[in-house]
T-cell receptor, first 110, second 113 residues
Framework: RKEVEQDPGPFNVPEGATVAFNCTYS??????FFWYRQDCRKEPKLLMS???SGNEDGRFTAQLNRASQYISLLIRDSKLSDSATYLC???????????FGTGTSLTVIP | EAGVAQSPRYKIIEKRQSVAFWCNPI?????LYWYQQILGQGPKLLIQ????????DSQLPKDRFSAERLKGVDSTLKIQPAKLEDSAVYLC???????????FGPGTRLLVL
């Protein structure tokens, strides 16, 4: 079983739509969780960390469900500039090993 | 603040040749990572350094890949000999401490023919 699993998509949504991505992880001892954004042919960049209480940054909301071992990312009022691949990242405290999901592709359509 | 630097940006070689990639992390970042990202997949950790020591190299194909960070700053990743399946983007990342936010360099895009 993979450490981190994501639906690869693609998700094609119209501007202004709300879209949500989920990501599941297999190691219940995982300690840190992140969402990274990767534009085509670019390096991944941190979008936001995911805290146990959930956190929000403008149009983006991240949540963690430890009981079900998944994290989610909600994007409200989608913009064309949100088109990218969103990578779920999970860090296991044991060895500080980072595991990336395969990424979910989002295209926002005018 | 300068980001993570990598070179070269692109490299094309023939199979069985050797290749080396260089990474300079963000100043003061003790932790350095090398990832391999194959098209359509997420980055896969190859090796993690803490200063000049190896923390994790469990996914590094040690028969052909090697990496070093002799002075705890710059790092070099080498492939010798290269195979077709090594075609990928090699990303270097650094973080202030292990487990914290990683900052990625632009990557080296390798094509093995």
């Amino acid at each position: 079983r993979k450490e981190v699993e994501q639906d690869p998509g693609p998700f094609n949504v119209p501007e202004g739509a709300t879209v949500a991505f989920n990501c599941t992880y297999s190691n219940s001892a995982s300690q840190s969780f992140f969402w990274y954004r990767q534009d085509c042919r670019k390096e991944p960049k941190l979008l936001m960390s995911v805290y146990s209480s959930g956190n929000e940054d403008g149009r983006f909301t991240a949540q963690l469900n430890r009981a079900s071992q998944y994290i989610s990312l909600l994007i409200r009022d989608s913009k064309l500039s949100d088109s990218a691949t969103y990578l779920c990242v999970v860090n296991s405290r044991t060895g500080n090993q980072f595991y990336f999901g395969t990424g979910t592709s989002l295209t926002v359509i005018p | 603040e300068a980001g993570v630097a990598q070179s070269p940006r692109y490299k094309i070689i023939e199979k069985r040749q050797s290749v080396a990639f260089w990474c300079n992390p963000i100043s003061g970042h003790a932790t350095l990572y090398w990832y391999q990202q194959i098209l359509g997949q997420g980055p896969k950790l190859l090796i993690q350094f803490q200063n000049n020591g190896v923390v994790d190299d469990s996914q590094l194909p040690k028969d052909r890949f090697s990496a070093e960070r002799l002075k705890g700053v710059d790092s070099t990743l080498k492939i010798q000999p290269a195979k077709l399946e090594d075609s990928a983007v090699y990303l270097c990342a650094s973080s202030l401490v292990p487990g914290e936010t990683q900052y990625f360099g632009p990557g080296t895009r390798l094509l093995v023919l």
